[in-house]
């Protein structure tokens, strides 16, 4: 159950999807899988193997529908990371 503060914090309603995604280091060049549960227009929660695997900044690919997003992580928690988008193509 959301929190009824955190969502009144946030910038635009999220949609509950389940779509496979691939997290992008451009530094290392390094890509791990995860998993989006939520998005919005300026945000997603990502499900992933290893949180501290997870970089401050990434590229957020999502092949269907062909978005593409710089993120950059704003909450950790054992198995999910939220990220706040910096520009996106949808």
């Known amino acids: 159950m959301v929190d009824p503060d955190q969502q009144n914090r946030r910038g ?22 995860c ?5 919005s227009e300026t945000g997603a929660r990502l499900e ?3 949180v501290n695997k997870v970089p401050s900044g990434f ?7 062909d ?4 993120c950059i992580v704003v909450w950790r ?5 939220g990220v706040i988008f910096e520009t ?3």
Do not use: M
Not at 19 to 26: L, R, V
Not at 59 to 65: A, C, P, Y
Not at 77 to 81: G, L, P
């Open 12 to 33: 635009a309603p999220r949609y509950s999807i389940v779509q496979e995604g691939i997290i992008a280091c451009s530094a290392t060049h390094a890509r791990q899988p």
């Open 35 to 39: 998993v989006v549960h939520d998005i």
């Open 48 to 50: 992933v193997q290893d």
């Open 59 to 65: 590229q957020l690919i999502i092949k269907v529908g």
């Open 67 to 70: 978005f593409r997003a710089n």
């Open 77 to 81: 928690s054992d198995t999910e990371v």
């Open 88 to 90: 996106s193509t949808w």
